[in-house]
DNA sequence: CAAAAATTGATTGACGTACCTCAAGATGTC
DNA sequence: GACATCTTGAGGTACGTCAATCAATTTTTG
């Protein structure tokens, strides 16, 4: 029993090829009853589209743009890491990536960039988005342009993208908390939670999943209001000392980056407290080995970019997607799986 | 610029396409100089291999065989499940899957089901392998025979198997114990170990890892001998209980299966130990959801059947493979993450 | 019923590689 | 120089789909 082909499909359901390619290929002008026939006759067939032959046959290219932030360090490093990485595994699929760096926190930058895309230059854009009216204005526009845009890392409201690939952030300050509370234990002292801005969606779902947890299993620990840091070490460093002098901390989440200036500050902290941070950097992984860090949650770049890619093209082929694909999985790291 | 093709690489070696077809499939009779001159206008076109149409004109189809024990519950569950999902993705990329069941823990029947193997009936073997030499013997025939052998789940040996794919059990093991430390504080009692068996390569690779932290990290805790509990419920019931009565408990790690055993044992204590297991099954999804269980480590199924397959890939096709590429990565799941 | 419109068939040429054959040229051996 | 052996060129067919054309047929419309 070999593969069916459409000459398959053309002789059971009789009619000829040209119109099981009509059929196939949804270029109209079909009448109901051969549709019908054709339908049938791959039902009988078994008949599934060989895509190895449909690609080369179309010569189909990709062009799809990542705009990312551009610090080369943390988080965002490791995603540009993955992005190189895959573009080279992508050769042998028709997929072609740009990556556009743009200043991180730079709004009217990330609108622009944004401005210069369109459906002639790129087949869809993934991009890590602030929640800024000016960005979201172009998002819209690109995706009633028919260019698939997909929020990366960071969701926004489902009006303006087409999809959502990155980690369900409440998840993850779920599971924060579920580990900060076993970590800490009997401990005594404060929980703080270090944000990078609670105006970035991300981080505010991590608050708020980190919040809830508390409060329904560890309503005994005295947990802190949330701190901005803005994702800067000096910042971050500032806090934790001005935390640290109002009482004893028993543990800390630090919920956005800079996490150099958390490790800082808690240098000459004789009794540390449990700590819990995102993204396994390579600083994290140094923190985890030398034990500055206790816990590192990381949402694998690497597979955010594959879900991204995937689900772009699954958009620009107008296939049906599933809504939860773009979600991936939190991974959980401590000094003993690094 | 598009992509150069072997017509490009033809013209700029200055010689016919079929020497070019010589040397990149290796058809021999070519003269060194010749093969030269073809490699080098590889490397200033840059030509690569179109996979698409090189996959279409060959036809080549990849027929592997797993074999895996033959329960329908637990990880194997995950694991055949794992396997029928791949089975629909695969048809485009020319696999053809053969998933055989051996009756577990039965090595007569895992040999005679490698015995009925050969290079004529399939192309590569992924086998979740005991170390009994029967086994191993006929493992190693076929890879003599040119078949591709892959030991899945548990390691062998090195000179019995092509690859390995599953998780390294030492860090599995260390992970379960860093945790179990953190998590039993300053609790009291024993820590229970219950494998399924240690003749097993996985399970005794994750008891020593454990041990090792436990030593390592936690020395104040008293770490009991490891049991065998033979992945049945019955067994590690009653072992479970054995132990209760012995004196209290601070924490079990459940290293294999029958994981029912140990919930119905620990029903009605009321001061429930640190209960640490592998493998996110349904059933451990809702231990883990209902709190009889604290923390799973769950070695990735799919991504097992994934990597097995991509690497029996490589295998036949002789390209070099990577090493590590056969490790799957940990997740570790609590209530917060399931 | 005739004209217009819609539908269908038959055919052809890509896409880039694999694989095969046959003949011709180059090189070496005695 | 005759012969065998090695190496190369030229050319064709196949893989399964896509895309397009043009003519032939059927159906619809007034």
Redesign the pocket.
Known sequence: M??????DV?RTA??????V??V??K?????????KKVLEAIEVTG????L???N?????EYRFTFLVPDSQTGFMGLMRTALETQRAALRDHRVKLRVVAVPAFDVAAQAAALASLSHRSTDGVAVVATEAPEVQAEMARLSSDGVPVVALVADLPRAKRDAYVGPDNVVAGRTAAAFMGRFVGARRGGILMIAGSLAARDHMERVMGFRMVMAERFPQLNLLPAVQGFDTPETVKALTLAALREGPLAGIYAVGAGRSGLIDALRDSFDRPVTIAHDLTTSARAALLSGELDLVIDQNPAAEVQAAISLMRDLTDQRPINPNSGSVPLSIFVRENV
């Open positions: 070999v593969r069916p082909t459409i000459h053309a009789r009619v000829s090829l040209a119109t390619d009509r196939l290929n270029r109209g002008g079909v009448a109901e009853k051969s549709v008949y599934v589209r060989d190895t032959a449909a080369l046959s179309r010569g189909r």
